[in-house]
């Protein structure tokens, strides 16, 4: 670390300056190994081989995906090469519009830097400095890259409490990293908040358009085989599988007259430049993460106009989108996640709701008297844990619910299937793969009069794994760990077939998981609110 990345980085927790402490080793114009300290809140961090360590829990304790975060590590440390002559064409369609004269003078980051290959043209292309930010052990190989350019500097740290001071920054880039996030929408508002107003921003994701059977025939694969396999394993997977994708890219997709009858012809086209060693590693960072999100362009772009920036949005080889957008306002990140029921386990970065004050939640209120203390449309997204089955009327808190979410907010649900719905004592009820149905106005049956868009649906044969993890043995907990992955892939192959005919066959299912998108019509005001607001209009030009 360079004594010059302080003028930039910031405590991780209040965003605060920080302060050198204390300098163990140096080389050269680098700290090895040292201290540095934010004198507001009194937190201190190492800087470990040369890296600021800005974490606020041990690296250890985060578990994003299985291990993704790890994977992504050993990935960046195997293919490290940076010097590729097709790197710099790629970046430049990453941020499509911006072009390298953008980067003059700027203050850039890039969350979630890898390997470090883009800070390198960062600094090429004249930025005034470049910072670095990783979570995965990639900074390793990110600062033994970039360790030669004075202006760049690596830090490890979290997308979700960037170790930055807010205002510094002129441009941040990320990419292809927030949809390996747990929340991926969150994790866009933290990059966005710390670029100062009238800064810009660029972000690539995956698409979901023309993605179909790589999010549901790759991602399931990914999911439940891949993702868990050794590193040296998935390497031999993984080159078995470049073999046949490289000579198809080469003999066929390289003939133009071709490719407009060769399926997706727009992306694997793009690759016809790539060596044999470059396809190998986007085939294997396709397997690594256990899960990764697909964004249409809808939902990306409602990321940006929710923060009022107004994107420009680019269809990158029709299957994924990069989207440019200025800071106008500044980003002010409330806790607009909502955890009810929060109990023993409250979030960090939610309101914590809970009927009881044992676990420090933030709002202590009973979930059975409505309505609840908030406004409408005030949370972004609402999750409620294994709670819905203590309460006596769930319809109801899924309206209210309904009420305090935005439009197009996400609300997370789960609760046990009723398969196993009634061991526990204090339970209600159990609940069925149908209970969306009473959030449809198609559903004569028993429509409750609020709309959600069902998202995703999945069964758990064994489910809440943090708390079994505190529960049983290690030689309990991980046979069953792998028998319940083996169950749920074929139940969720169909959960009605499987909830319809043989979920008591494996003991049932312990858990159902819903992903709902809140849908709110816009409707015109009644007569008598018209003559309201007619009135009190009138009102104030009288006393004016």
Not at 103 to 129: N, P, S, T
Not at 353 to 374: G, K, M, S, T, W
Not at 434 to 439: G, H, P, Q
């Amino acid at each position: 670390m360079r004594p010059e990345a302080l003028e930039y980085l910031g405590c991780p927790a209040c965003h605060s300056p920080l302060h050198l402490e204390e300098i163990q080793q140096k080389e050269g114009e680098h700290i090895l190994f040292g201290k540095i300290r934010c004198e507001k809140c009194s937190h201190t961090f190492p800087i470990v081989r040369g890296i600021p360590r800005l974490l606020l829990n041990d690296i250890r304790d985060y578990d994003w995906h299985d291990n993704t975060i790890k994977r992504f590590g050993k990935q960046w440390q195997t293919f490290r090469e940076v010097a590729h002559p097709f790197y710099e064409q790629q970046f430049l369609s990453f941020i499509h519009p911006v072009r390298p004269e953008f980067f003059q003078g700027k203050v850039v980051l890039d969350a979630g830097c890898g390997k470090g290959r883009h800070l390198i043209y960062a600094a090429r292309w004249g930025a005034k400095a470049v910072i670095g930010v990783d979570l995965s052990e990639a900074v390793e190989v990110s600062f033994a890259n970039t360790a030669h350019l004075p202006q760049v500097h690596v830090v490890q740290g979290d997308i979700f409490h960037l170790p930055l001071q807010l205002g510094k920054i002129d441009y941040a880039f990320s990419i292809g990293v927030i949809h390996h996030t747990p929340d991926p929408e969150e994790a866009f508002r933290c990059i966005a908040k710390v670029v100062r107003q009238g800064g810009a921003l660029s972000i690539w994701v995956y698409g979901k358009e023309n993605n179909y059977w790589v999010e549901k025939g790759v991602g399931l694969l990914r999911r439940y085989i891949t993702s868990r396999l050794p590193h040296s394993a998935l390497m031999v997977l993984s080159f078995l599988m470049t073999v046949p994708l490289y000579l198809a890219i080469k003999l066929l997709y390289r003939w133009r007259p071709l490719q407009k009858f060769l399926p997706y012809s727009p992306y694997l086209s793009h690759l016809v430049p790539f060596s044999f060693r470059e396809i190998w590693l986007i085939v294997y960072d396709h397997l690594t993460p256990s899960v990764a999100y697909y964004l249409s362009r809808e939902e990306f772009a409602g990321y940006w106009r929710r923060l009022g920036i107004e994107p420009q949005l680019y269809w990158r080889n029709q299957n994924s989108w990069a989207g440019f957008g200025h800071i106008r306002n500044p980003i002010k990140l409330s806790k607009r996640k909502l955890n009810l029921g929060s109990g023993n386990f409250p979030k960090e970065g939610f309101l914590n709701v809970d009927y009881y004050n044992r676990d420090h939640a933030d709002v202590i209120h009973n979930l059975e008297i409505f309505p609840y203390p908030f406004e409408d449309n005030q949370f972004d997204l609402v999750e409620i844990n294994h709670c819905l089955e203590h309460l006596s009327d769930p319809l109801r808190v899924m309206c209210e619910i309904h009420r305090i979410t935005r439009p197009g907010g996400l609300v997370r649900v789960r609760v046990p299937h009723f398969s196993r719905g009634f061991t526990h004592p204090d339970h209600k009820r159990g609940f069925d793969v149908t209970f969306f149905y009473y959030f449809d106005p198609t559903f004569k049956g028993g429509y409750t009069g609020v709309t959600y868009k069902l998202r995703r649906l999945k069964l758990h044969w064994f489910g809440q794994k943090y708390l079994k993890k505190l529960t049983l043995k290690p030689y309990l907990f991980y046979p069953a760990l792998f028998v319940g992955y083996i169950i749920d892939l074929f139940a969720n192959l169909s959960p009605f077939l499987a909830a319809r005919l043989w979920c008591f066959w494996v003991g049932g299912f312990e858990e159902i998981f819903f992903e709902f998108e809140v849908v709110k019509e816009w409707k015109l005001p009644s007569a008598e609110a018209f003559s309201e607001i007619h009135q009190a209009m009138a009102e104030e030009l009288q006393t004016q």
